[in-house]
């Protein structure tokens, strides 16, 4: 029952793109199409930022994308913004346990 | 508007119990999977236990096993968590989150922390 694989850290100047990687095993991130993404802000809860590895929940701004290929989830985060800033933890579905990421800092320069 | 709110939170002694509460409002509680998850102090998200809607299937992380108990009550819209034989390693904010197989864990309650010290 190990964490999925995050880069501890990335940062992207205002309007620039940063991409954050998830990387899992065949049996969670590569066995399922069920990827989301949870942004959480210091001292926040955590917030759905993308689901079913590329859709949006309502009033998530459409810089935010996601993508997978083979064992590897991806977060895109284009035209970065300051609020952009926080934790992101991606989390996949593998049956009755499910990961989450180890997680990545996001610091907009 | 979904709402999750938990209580029950404190400062409990190494052995001993605490049992958090989450109300839920503004979704048909007893259609959905809810879980807990927790988050010690600088680190990141952990699984902490999941039930279904009907309490039918109820699942727990192996670091919970054994001392922690979920449970529900669709007909008072409220999600449980007994802890029992605490450790500092329990230390953590723990958050309740309604869940969907397609969509994850949609939404979060705000947290409530427990600190497990003598």
């Given at each position: ?6 880069p ?22 590569g ?5 989301s993404w ?9 917030k ?11 009033g998530?701004p ?12 991806s977060?895109t985060v284009?035209?970065?913004q ?12 593998a ?5 989450f990421?180890?997680g990545?800092?996001?610091?907009v320069? | ?21 989450c109300a ?19 680190k990141?998200?952990?699984w902490?236990s999941?039930i279904?809607?009907s ?5 727990y ?7 922690f108990?979920?449970?529900r009550d669709?007909a008072?819209n ?12 329990d230390?953590?904010?723990?958050y309740?989150?309604?869940v ?11 947290g ?7």
């Amino acid at each position: 029952q190990s964490a999925l694989t995050q880069p501890p850290s990335a940062s992207g100047s205002p309007g620039q793109s940063v991409t954050i990687s998830c990387t899992g095993t065949s049996s969670d991130v590569g066995g399922y199409n069920y990827v989301s993404w949870y942004q959480q802000h210091p001292g926040k809860a955590p917030k759905l930022m993308i689901y079913e590895v590329s859709k949006r929940p309502s009033g998530v701004p459409d810089r935010f994308s996601g993508s997978k290929s083979g064992n590897t989830a991806s977060l895109t985060v284009s035209g970065l913004q300051a609020e952009d800033e926080a934790d992101y933890y991606c989390s996949s579905y593998a049956g009755s346990r499910p990961q989450f990421g180890t997680g990545t800092k996001v610091t907009v320069l | 508007e979904v709402q999750l709110v938990e209580s029950g939170g404190g400062l409990v002694k190494p052995g001993g119990s605490l049992r958090l509460s989450c109300a839920a409002s503004g979704f048909t509680f007893s259609s959905y999977s809810m879980k807990w998850v927790r988050q010690a102090p600088g680190k990141g998200l952990e699984w902490v236990s999941s039930i279904s809607s009907s309490s039918s299937y109820i699942y727990y992380a192996d670091s919970v096993k054994g001392r922690f108990t979920i449970s529900r009550d669709n007909a008072k819209n409220s999600l449980y968590l007994q802890m029992n034989s605490l450790r500092a390693e329990d230390t953590a904010v723990y958050y309740c989150a309604r869940v969907t197989m397609v969509r994850g864990l949609d939404y979060w309650g705000q947290g409530t922390l427990v600190t497990v010290s003598s």
